[in-house]
């Protein structure tokens, strides 16, 4: 085989790729991006934890993560960069998923990996707007280097275990990172139609970039959208003040090919969720941050104390048509947890009074599967009573859906990006506070979870590590998790599949 690479949802025959990535990686790409994890477990056999090294090692691997890095001669230089940080040391470090024989270690030590490198995307978004733990980059060294050792299943469990707790901490500093800049999310309606002047649309997940962006536009006659996960801009005081801030075009990360070619003007990709990209926009797309896409111009790194100069994507701004306009109308966002829980007493009187009878947490990822339909099916079929908690590109499966209100509450209450999970379990040990609950999983609370790549396993390590169970994960169980490990998953946490919606209602609807 070329290469083998199982990391996402939609891995070849839920199996693993070994020619060439469903996500459009080549294997020569593959390769580079398992050498380049090698020389980050060498570095952490080898070298003393530093702040700087921590960050060298978030960059690499989010670089690494699902649709991020399509580049080879990024991934080279990044390479380069390790070796020279060596300076010549090394230790013996495996070379890829397959170099571990036993499943269950193979098994145990990718949950690790990629636990890994949804914590370091989260970790970079920080970093950028000045919050870093060095614990948590104590933690990826540790990690890293249990990978090189002949480490038992149960030592390896303990370490995802760790990284679980470790992923709340980076989520939690994310959180206080993104508020104590932007300020606490609100309750924020979003146009979804299009104006009539040029545009730029960003994707991805960075909020400094749209910032920077959004200044560097003022006056310029350009409205900004969002796209994807940068929905949630919207949401932010800081960034939702500007006027030029349009609205949200289009939907999830998959559908890039048809939105981006009817955009008609330049695009911003700012982290990972780039696809191949097409010829009906190959000349009018840029890329920033980890994100890379061979012969795509790429706006480089800001320099300390000033901005990204984003210059090239404006000039180009200008000189294009508005955009296409392929819906109208608009969607309601911003429940992240400081916002719900202004809204405490009103929920907990609505559940007293039999109003709502269950929540459910259908947060994660979007992808191309058509049994991604799944979860609009089990949106509607949810009753009246019901309210979906969502973070993440997920919730473009059913955000659109007109679900009514409970009271005034509505049904579907968006808390932001996928990181923004962190917001749903803060909702949820809180409600559990208020209503004199010892255990979180006694609410009337069930999770359907829609997973893709290596975030989403970070944040569903970090939901077993804060206590919470019996978690219903899809539309496929991850391929990494070989048979013993994903009966220890159902045994101790009661990790399940999704099944069919009606079945699935039915159970969540009894407690189940």
């Not at 970039?209 to 005081?237: A, C, F, N, S, V």
Request: with cysteine.
């Amino acid at each position: 085989m070329g290469m083998f690479c199982y990391q996402c949802q939609e891995t070849a025959k839920n199996s693993g790729c070994t020619i060439q990535g469903v996500c459009g990686k080549k294997a020569d790409t593959a390769n580079l991006q398992d050498k380049l994890i090698q020389q980050l477990k060498i570095i952490a056999c080898s070298l003393k934890p530093s702040l700087e090294l921590g960050r060298f090692i978030c960059n690499s691997l989010f670089m690494t993560i699902t649709n991020a890095n399509f580049d080879d001669a990024r991934i080279n230089k990044q390479i380069a960069e390790a070796q020279k940080l060596l300076g010549g040391k090394t230790c013996d470090a495996p070379l890829g998923v397959l170099s571990a024989e036993n499943e269950d270690v193979r098994s145990l030590r990718e949950l690790l990996t990629y636990g890994l490198k949804g914590i370091a995307a989260y970790a970079e978004h920080a970093c950028v707007l000045g919050k870093e733990d060095m614990s948590i980059y104590e933690f990826m060294f540790k990690a890293l280097a249990g990978m090189t050792k002949n480490l038992s299943a149960d030592e390896l469990i303990a370490l995802n275990l760790e990284c679980g707790n470790v992923a709340v901490t980076t989520m939690a500093l994310l959180d206080s990172a993104n508020t104590s800049t932007y300020g606490n999310p609100e309750i924020t309606k979003v146009k979804i139609g299009v104006g009539n002047r040029p545009g730029i649309l960003v994707s991805g997940h960075d909020l400094l970039d749209m910032k920077e962006l959004l200044e560097q536009t003022k006056d310029r006659g350009i409205d900004i959208y969002t796209h994807g996960e940068m929905l949630p801009t919207h949401y932010y005081p800081e960034l939702k003040k500007y006027p030029h801030l349009y609205g949200n075009y289009g939907n999830a990360w998959f559908k890039q090919n048809t939105e981006f070619a009817s955009f008609n003007g330049p695009i911003l990709m700012t982290t990972n969720c780039i696809t191949p990209v097409q010829e009906s926009y190959k000349n009018r797309i840029f890329t920033t941050g980890m994100a890379g896409y061979p012969e795509v111009p790429h706006i480089a790194d800001r320099e300390p104390g000033k901005q990204k100069d984003f210059s090239a994507i404006i000039k180009l701004a200008e000189t294009c048509p508005p955009p296409t306009e392929i819906e109208k109308g608009e969607i309601v966002g911003g429940f992240a947890h400081n916002q719900v829980l202004a809204l405490a007493d009103k929920v907990v009187e609505a559940v007293k009074s039999g109003a709502i009878k269950r929540f459910v947490v259908m947060a994660g990822c979007d992808g191309r599967h058509k049994s991604r339909e799944y979860f609009t099916d089990v949106a509607k079929k949810l009753p009246e009573g019901t309210i979906i908690l969502t973070a993440g590109c997920a919730k473009y499966r059913y955000n659109k859906l007109e679900l009514g209100d409970i009271g005034g509450i509505p049904r579907v209450l968006d808390a932001g990006q996928c990181n923004d999970s962190y917001s749903l379990a803060i909702i949820a040990l809180k409600l559990k506070e208020v209503f004199g609950l010892d255990d979180v999983n006694k609410l009337p609370l069930s999770f359907d979870i829609a997973w893709y790549e290596q975030k989403a396993v970070a944040v569903l390590l970090a939901l077993l590590a804060l206590g919470f169970k019996n978690m219903r994960l899809g539309p496929t169980l991850p391929a990494f998790l070989s048979p013993g490990v994903a009966k220890v998953l159902v045994e101790t946490f009661g990790i399940k599949p999704t099944a069919d919606a009606d079945s699935d209602v039915a159970a969540m609807m009894a407690g189940n």
